[in-house]
């Protein structure tokens, strides 16, 4: 689709952009919103620490379970179905998690199920909202797929800053309200999914299987990048709250305003400037240069004896990988034309893979260094090096479209 017609009209598919940005914004919610209330959780329900930390994992998972589904299924249901039952699952988990821990005989079990419920919808999010900006006829796709994550982002900011703010003049004993008001904003989405225009990357059985994915050895190279993207973002991440604390002795709320609040604005900025700006620069050449700044970043907070410099090295590697999640997913989606659902459910299976084993490598090479953070960030540091190496490999091939 190289031009505009009637049928395809800026206004038309701004609602389709719109829908989108507000549906990552929704998988920022799921994702950021559970972990502010794990101490409530624990003080409230007398839930313990071991169980809360398993409320992480069932996200995760979930969302791991759901990339595998949209692989296969996602094509025959259709994404207009899918999507909306993205939002759907993602209002009635936020829902949830205020009523059913109080409604079941085990608070824990509630909690569990809410979070499944909105871990569906979230993987579904992560699936199918890139491939749906993908197929809308904008001009700069590489810009547009930058601005759409950065929603992530501003997103995870506004859960945590709206949420510290909700709780400072009604009490965190309100959280439930919140979860409902919070709930709202995938409600309304619904609407706007059902009736905005969507169209699909390829034909109805034109698209490349996995089988035939993994036959390429540029495609590994490529599942290599998301593993190292995920790993290197949530590594740094969700350690930057505790070495906050730990390093510079900041109370948990400046600790998480400190830390994964600016982690998560300075990948909000790199991907805003990309996405007003990208058509001045190669997108490549832009991510190696993210590339090698997360190095440093990396060896700055593993290796710096300056608390704040450490810091600010932590909140700098948030600029620094802002571009490799939806860059990954540009570069592929322009060398595999035709990979479909197929691939973006792959490469986003691959983004949460390395987003899990990232952050447990740091934490147990931490924990065998006696509690010692910074060893971990130095054992992270392999990510971001082996997302240059890969970086450097795509970028040595010549494009040549895989149809």
Known sequence: ???????????????????????????????????????????????????????????????????????????????????????????????????????????????????????????????????????????????????????????????????????????????????????????????????????????????????????????????????????????MSQWASAYAESALGLSKTIGDLMGPCLFAVAMGICRTIYGKFGEKVELKKFMIGSGVLCVICYLLASLSANPVISLIGCITCGFSVGIMWPGTISISSKRFPTGGTVMFALLAMAGDLGGSIGPAIVGRVADYAGGDIRKGMGMGLIFPVMLVIGLILFNKQKINKVT
């Not at 940005?21 to 994702?31: D, S, W």
């Not at 965190?172 to 919140?178: A, H, V």
């Open 1 to 235: 689709m190289d031009g505009y017609n009637s049928d395809m009209s800026d206004k038309n598919y701004h609602r389709t952009k719109i829908a989108c940005y507000l549906g990552f914004v929704t998988q920022a919610i799921a994702a950021n919103f559970a972990p502010l209330l794990f101490l409530k959780f624990h003080s409230d329900y007398n839930i313990s620490f071991a169980k809360i930390a398993l409320i992480s994992t069932c996200f995760f998972f979930t969302q791991l379970l759901v990339d595998l589904f949209c692989a296969k299924y996602v094509d025959r249901i259709g994404y207009r179905a899918s999507i909306v039952a993205s939002e759907v699952c993602s209002s009635l988990g936020l829902i949830g998690l205020a009523f059913l821990p109080e409604l079941l005989p085990s608070p824990f079990a509630g909690i569990i199920i809410s979070v499944i419920i909105y871990a569906v919808g979230s993987g579904l999010i992560e699936v199918l909202c890139s491939p749906i900006v993908e197929a809308c006829p904008f001009e700069n796709k590489e810009a547009t797929m930058s601005l759409l994550h950065s929603f992530y982002c501003w997103g995870s900011v506004g859960t945590i800053l709206v949420s510290t703010g909700f709780f400072f003049v009604f009490g965190i004993d309100s959280w439930k309200w919140l979860a409902v008001i919070l709930a709202l904003i995938p409600a309304v989405n619904i609407y706007n999914f059902a009736t905005c225009p969507i169209e699909h990357l390829v034909d109805e059985g034109e698209g490349l299987s996995a089988k035939a994915l993994f036959k390429m050895p540029m495609f590994w190279i490529a599942i290599l990048l998301m593993v190292c993207s995920g790993a290197s973002e949530l590594s």
